[in-house]
């Protein structure tokens, strides 16, 4: 249902046809500027669309593999309230954390962050995939594994806003799965 949300969506603003306008960027888009201006629904409708096609084939493999092995693991329900508490958490986390304090310290090249507008449902499938780590037996490995491709990629091909999400959220994915499942999982019975 979300990768067919995501293509109706994308559909509709005409990305495959020459990319998402920049009407519908700042239309939709988050940014740390809109969520201080109290557009809140951007939380959500930015998670849905894309830029282009090319970002729109990432975003479904990155949803399919996310939420795809997440639901198989633990159902749909949990699958889509991990994917969107992490997704809005993670978008919340970005934009009031480290991008507001990009803006307080003034940096040169980066001043512009806080009225960028940003798409796509990344931070949530980053997200997950820490949430996914937490499960293996090698998950440190994992996760500094993750977290070196993650920085190799910021440091050759940046986009600073989803980068820094996606350094983010695989680690909080991670750790919110961890408290999580101590919170839900069954406790071992004394009486045996």
Known sequence: MFLATILAANLSLGVL????????????????????????????????????????????????ISIGWFEWRYGPLRAGAMFFL???????????????????????????????????????????????LFHLRWRGRAMAIGLAVLVVKLLTFPEPIADIAHLIMLPFGFLVEALVSRLIAPKPDRAR
């Open 86 to 132: 992490l997704d809005i958490l993670g978008t919340l986390l970005l934009m009031f954390g480290v991008i507001y304090l990009i803006q307080h310290l003034n940096l040169d090249g980066v001043a512009e962050l806080p009225t960028t507008f940003d798409v796509g449902m990344s931070a949530g499938g980053f997200g997950l995939i820490g949430a996914s």
């Open 17 to 64: 046809d020459g990319g998402l306008s920049g009407a519908n960027l700042e239309k939709f888009g988050v940014s740390l500027a809109s969520l201080q201006n109290g557009e809140w629904l951007r939380l959500l409708t930015g998670s849905f669309i894309s830029r282009d096609a090319g970002m729109l084939l990432r975003q479904l493999f990155l949803a399919a």
